[in-house]
């Protein structure tokens, strides 16, 4: 089992910056794909940015140049940094990751996702 914690979220401006963090627990030796999805009211769930293991990041359109996704394999941890925040950027942010090789060795094919943490910029 593989849990996310989600940490970072706030009320800022916009044209303000804000750092998500992810933290995925459990009995991980490594993980595929990191990625951060975002739910605005009324809207459904949308990929943000994606990093998987081996090649270059995927971004939404709407946040390229502004967003930027890193991971530390070593913490299982993945950051997405928001810069020149927008009011249309308002929604709950999920972390979420995909294909687990577990440390007692089975691969996990599988989603998981995080609580989410909300952002809100204001204008």
């Known amino acids: 089992q593989v849990q996310l914690v989600e940490s970072g979220g706030g009320l800022v401006q916009a044209g303000w910056s804000l750092r998500l963090s992810c933290v995925a627990s459990?009995?991980?030796?490594?993980?595929?794909?990191m990625a951060w999805y975002r739910q605005a009211p009324g809207n459904q769930r949308e990929l943000v940015a994606a990093?998987?293991?081996?090649?270059?990041?995927d971004y939404a359109d709407s946040v390229k140049g502004r967003f930027t996704i890193s991971r530390d394999n070593a913490k299982n941890t993945v950051y997405l940094q928001m810069d020149s925040l927008k009011p249309e950027d308002t929604a709950v942010y999920y972390c979420?990751?995909?294909?687990?090789?577990?440390?007692?060795?089975?691969?996990?094919?599988?989603?998981?996702w995080g609580k989410g943490t909300l952002v809100t910029v204001s204008s």
């Open positions: 979420n990751v995909f294909g687990v090789l577990s440390t007692q060795g089975p691969y996990y094919a599988t989603n998981y």
């Open positions: 459990g009995r991980i030796n490594s993980i595929d794909t």
């Open positions: 990093m998987t293991s081996g090649r270059s990041p």
